[in-house]
């Protein structure tokens, strides 16, 4: 069996140029979950590895908060620059090459290549961790990883979560599809209790903080070398970060991880974290439109939806999804559109509007209903989704529509036809 190679870099560059360094390497057990043989078309970025001959040996496509932070600033004058760490762990095979690529309108592009080493030193393991099993001993492994809990929470952040683990297990898909997945827990304690309001405040042990990129709600895990570091040695599939916070907020990012504020209340909670594994499980993208992002929307890039429930219109009006649509399905497909911009835009008092909203619809007459819903990714117009209501689109929902179901499932029953790798350390 082959080892791994485990890659730190920091993902830099400016509003159209991006470049990777490489800062550490390491030997150690897992690779992060791969398509072997096969080039994996999902994410934003993917990397490549390749034999000394060219044979494709294995791929992985993820998306990256760099790229997020790239449309904020589009447009705007000024000299922008960004550096964000990143860890890339992939199998470690003699004589091979990886290749970090970039998905554009002409296909994936090359920013970096590099020949992989012939040797590495041993990562260390983080001495102050504790590993649980919570659910489960096979199938699709989802980790939930503690932060901002001091070394007396520990027991705080076990019960969080168990209720993390027993809110996924009452959640399609994961309440059917409960025999395929299993749930660990990693603690690891932080100088400080609870989540920063900015990024860059000192602390937590993976720099996770609330207002990235502009944006009060959005709760990021910075430090993804910290993290990586720390869940080496542990087989996983999907990282979950659960904050220790209150205060609403969460993100997710394909390939990367998920992150929530895990005390937010059980409302709450029982959107986001569905919601937030929707993107880093599955590739999900936000169906949402009408709620303030500081992302650009009309860039080139907003058009590149590779995500399965987004879709434009191609110039034979087809959709992502057109292969399971009725022959009478009308596209786009009529709802009340107008109704719900309407209620998007006059907010006076927000209960009183999600109130409104929720029972808009609720009778909408299509709900329910599989077919190409325009208003999707932050766009009211020009991009749809395949159902009216969906965990990726409202708060209530209370269910992933089809589209997103197939996709999570999918994403469930090929954990392990994806490959992570344990063996003698050194190049096969």
Known sequence: MTSALHLEFWHSGGVDAEHYELSAVYATDYADPHLKGSLDHRGSYRWVLRDAGG??????????????????????????VERMPETHVVPWVKGSRLCMERRSAAGFVPIMELQLPSNASTLPQSSDRRVKDLHGCRGLCVLFVAEGYTEEEESRFDAHAASACELLLATEPFATLGSHVQFKSLFAPSQIAGIPSFPGAPGTRYGTAYGTLGMARYLVCHNQHALRQDVAGVRWDTLVVLANSDV??????????????????????????????????GGLGDEYFGKEVTYAIDGEDAWLAWEPNISALDPDNQVKWSDRLGASVVIPTPWQHESYSRAMREVVDPVANKEHVASLLAAEPALGTLGVFEGARYRARGMYRPEVDCRMFSKTAGRFCSICMRTLEEAILSAGKSVATLGSRGPV
């Open 55 to 80: 044979a494709l040996i294995a791929s992985r496509g993820y998306s990256a908060l760099f790229e997020e932070w790239q449309s904020t600033v589009v447009g705007k004058a000024g000299h922008f």
């Open 248 to 281: 609403y907020g969460g993100s997710g990012i394909f390939n990367s991880c998920a992150c929530v504020a895990v005390d937010m209340g059980p409302a709450d909670m029982g959107y986001v974290l569905p919601h937030e594994l929707g993107h880093s499980l």
